[in-house]
């Protein structure tokens, strides 16, 4: 076990991460049984979406499962994160919690502006925002989960997509507690996957799509389109930029226009106020005014998994599958 240890905290996992994956009856008297290894490395293995044979190997190495090797995109400069680790366990649950929805994958509407009108009509809601776009998703057989933290020190992405053999998923993994931010890199993730860029067996990785890069210009087209796609989808046009006359705009006035314009044209207001920190800079402003639209509702990863494990029937899992779903998902037991 100490060699495999080994080779993969070599690869990128380190080792009290890789003990964080394993049930709680794997004690240290039963890692120092050699008669263990095996059943051992067959958990991490399928917890981290690895084949177990090569583990076994008189010089153990680490080989995935799938055949194409992610596509990491919106790399900030000077910033490039080791997401080796979430990935891996991103894609072991995506693989999961695919194999356990019942709803056939239905393609989604390859135009933003016909997606939004089927949310809206079919779905309804006062705007387009993150729960009925949730269930949209979930309708057509995408589920969408929430990445929680994957360990002490383990970087995360901000949102994925998981092509398995039958359906893709959507992974949400930014920390943050908005629904405004969480919706965007949900309609960012949903633009992907209607737009064609994620094939079956394939991983696309949004590495960072937070502060200061919220629908920024990039050279990666598939990203541009992607970016183009949510802002048409939330706001019912591609240019849709938000600025206000007033330059000493305070964040209860930015929060109160933002209301009764999105009430008015069915946009998510704290999405118009992310939208407009990206626009003016005025970051601080415009997360308040995202902070107080929400006001008492709950967090925005609480709400992501409510849709999840609403959707699922846990029973189909086995006890120590569902225990780990759980806690990656940040699901208390």
């Not at 958990?43 to 995935?64: D, G, M, Y």
């Not at 705007?127 to 589920?143: D, F, S, T």
């Not at 970051?283 to 959707?311: F, S």
Request: hydrophobic share 45%.
């Amino acid at each position: 076990m100490n060699k495999i240890f080994g080779s993969l905290e070599a690869a990128g996992y380190p080792r009290g991460f890789q003990r964080s994956l394993l049930p709680e009856w794997v004690t240290p008297e039963v890692l120092a049984d050699d008669a263990a290894s095996s059943e051992v490395a067959a958990i991490l293995a399928k917890r981290l979406a690895l084949r177990v044979s090569p583990l076994f190997a008189q010089t153990p190495h680490v080989e995935s499962l799938r055949r194409n090797d992610p596509k990491y995109k919106r790399s900030i400069p000077n910033k490039s994160k080791d997401l080796t680790a979430a990935t891996s366990v991103a894609v072991a649950v995506a693989e999961s919690i695919a194999a356990a929805c019942t709803t056939p994958f239905k393609a989604f509407p390859e135009t933003a502006g016909a997606l939004r009108d089927v949310v809206l009509s079919k779905v309804g809601g006062k705007w387009l925002g993150l729960r009925n776009l949730l269930m949209m998703c979930w309708a057509h057989g995408v589920p969408v989960i929430y990445l929680s933290e994957v360990g002490e020190g383990i970087a995360k992405m901000d949102g994925m997509v998981v092509h398995t053999e039958n359906r893709p998923v959507i992974v949400l993994s930014k920390a943050s507690d908005l629904w405004a931010w969480q919706l965007y890199i949900l309609a960012h993730e949903v633009g992907h996957i209607a737009l064609g860029h994620v094939d079956p067996d394939e991983i696309l990785v949004d590495e960072e799509l937070g502060k200061d890069s919220y629908a920024m210009e990039d050279s990666d087209p598939d990203e541009r389109a992607a970016d183009a796609f949510a802002i048409e989808l939330l706001n019912g046009r591609r240019d849709a930029s938000y600025r206000v006359s007033d330059e000493k705009v305070n964040s209860a006035t930015l929060a109160d226009v933002a209301y009764r314009y999105g009430v008015q044209q069915k946009i998510d207001p704290g999405h118009i106020v992310l939208n407009f920190a990206h626009n003016t800079g005025k970051w601080a402003v415009g997360i308040a005014a995202a902070r107080m639209l929400q006001d008492q509702n709950p967090p925005a990863p609480l709400v992501i998994n409510e849709a999840t494990w609403g959707h699922l029937d846990e029973s189909v899992f086995p006890d120590d599958t569902l225990a780990f779903l759980r806690k990656a998902t940040g699901v208390s037991v």
